[in-house]
Structures are given as C-alpha cells and as structure tokens.
C-alpha cells in the first residue's frame, strides 16, 4: 500500500482509479435497483472509497507478512482467502449500515432498495477487489526488492571499480619513487648539490600529489602543473636536455581528468626516449576539447637508430597503468592509442570532456 501510495501523485491516481470504481458500481446499482443517479453514487461512492483504504491497508500489511519469497502457497493462499473474505463481510455491513443511514424521512434523494442480488454483486465484488490488491501489492513488493538488488549490485560495483582505481594509483608513487631515488643515487657522487635540490623538489611533489589524493577528478590545468613540477625535478639530472612545449586549450584546461594520469606518460617519455638521447630532446604536451571529448596528447623524441625500442618499452607500467585506469573510470568511452613515426613516439588519450559544471 506505501508503495503505491508513496508519493502525491500515486495517492491521486490511487483514489482516481477507485473513484471510477464507485461510479462504475454506481452505474450497476442503476442497473440492479432501478434507482436514481443521484440515489446510486451517494450510496456506491462513499463505501467504495471506504474499501480502498481500509482493504488496501489490509492487503498490503499481510502481504509484508507472507512475502512470496519465503513462504510457500500453501500458506498464502489460506490467509489471503480468509482475510478477503473477512474483510468482504465486514464491507457488507458497513455496506448495509449506510445504505440505512441515508434512508432518511423525506429525502427523497439518498438511500436505496437493497436487494439480494445486490447483495451477493457486493460480496463477490469485495473478495475480487481485495485479491487484486494483493496482487498489486506483491508485484510492487517485487519490484522494489529487485531494485533494491540492483542498487545494492550497482554500489558493489562501483566499490569495486574505486578499490582498483586506488590500487592503480598506488602503482604510480613507488615506481616514480624507484626511478627518482635511482637517479639521486647516481648524482651523489658526481654532484651532490644536485641531489639534495632533487631530494627537495621531490617532497615538494609528493606533497602536492598527496594534495591531489582525495580527489576523484581534477582539471587538467591542475594535472599539468604537477607535471611541471616533476618536469623539474627531472631537469635537475637532465637540464638543458630537457625541454617541454605545451600547447592547450583553455576549454580543454577546465576539463576534469584523474589525478596522475599525464605524469606516467611524461616519465614513460623520458625514460625511453629522452634519457637515450646524448643531447637530449623534447617532450610536447597538448590538449583539446572536441565536443563531448577530450584529446590529450604527448608526444617526445626518440633515437631514430634504435627502432621498437621506444614502443616496445611503451607497454610497460607506465602506458598499462594509464590504459586500465581510464577503463575502470570511464569503459568504452576512453582510450590510450601510441604510434611512432620516425624520431617521434606519440600517445593520445582519449576520454569524456566533462568540467565541475557540467
């Protein structure tokens, strides 16, 4: 009954249904006692609205009581037949009794003749509607469980896909780490100075990627300043070597991307590409908004002399890692493509263009 009752408009279309019901009834009163109209839907109206309320209440808490999930027929059909026909017998009286109520002295327009067809036409009618009832009640019982179900599947899920976007994000921090504290190893015997300013701009970034943590989602021009801030931590061991382009919309730059999803690409592209030049190269940074998506590139030079090697390492954490966190967050809708071409090893990302206000 609360399920069908639950809102206005279900409380509206509720009393609408058994109002036609009572006029309906009222029509067949016509019919049965040769009555007036006016006669008919004074006595038909009022009892069939008393019906809705007081049966539907009735069917709704027993069919709480004997859910079809956990008991069997046998048990629900006695006592869905008892209490209709129960139910149906009290309605009679309450029946007969206003039907004597409106036989007043000189009101000609309320009140009629009850007849026994009448009669047997409102017992068979009670057990009808009180069955129907409780067949609404459980279908509407049913279908919120399976909602319910589903809604409870659909947190699973979403639970699950966030456990893996965090252990995808965990694999980041230690592998960057390991590279970093490889190369401050590697500076401290030939520039110790070096390794202490990289020590340094190394807190600084894990402090602003620990900021970073608690968010979900955040804007690109966001996730490029991270990227600056490693870039620089890089140039420490590269310096002149490296050198950044960027080019990015500014609607592209509002977008909402997961955090360290352009950092593994840019330390993919200077480890495989970069760190094999002697005299250093580039590494470009772009982005734009097509529509609903968002395309991200990075592209970076590579040693033209050693084919494959760029694409093949390509495929290891870095690339991987990017792939299945844009899988996990977004499905079919994103995606990482890497090609090279010549002295150039590209990777795009594509994925929903989404900001804070859409």
Sequence with gaps: ????????????????????????????????????????????????????????????????????????AASVLPALGGAAVVSTLLWSVVVRGWNEACLLPGVPWAGIAFKPQLAILFTGLGVLLYGLLAAINYLVTEFDRARGAEHRALESRL??????????????DPHFLFNSLNSISALTSQNPKAAREMTLQLAGFFRQSLSMEAHKMVALRQEMAL????????KVRFGDRLALEENMQEEAGACLVPPMIIQPLVENAIKHGIAQLSGGGWIRVSARRAGSLLHIGVENAVDEEAPGAAGNEGNGIGLANVRQRLACAYGHEAGVYWARAGAVFKVTVTMP???KEE
Excluded: K
């Design 1 to 72: 009954m609360q399920g069908l009752i639950s809102s206005r408009r279900g409380i509206a279309l509720y009393l609408l249904a058994w109002l036609f019901l009572g006029t309906a009834l009222g029509g067949v009163t016509v019919a049965v006692e040769d009555a007036p109209w006016l006669n008919a839907m004074i006595f038909a109206v009022p009892v069939m609205l008393l019906y809705a309320v007081s049966a539907g209440f009735s069917a709704y808490y027993l069919c709480r009581a004997y859910p079809l999930a956990e008991r069997g």
């Design 227 to 234: 990227v600056r801030h490693f870039l620089t931590i890089e």
């Design 353 to 355: 263009a989404e900001t």
């Design 159 to 172: 639970m699950a896909q966030d456990a893996e976007l965090r252990m995808l994000r965990t694999q980041i």
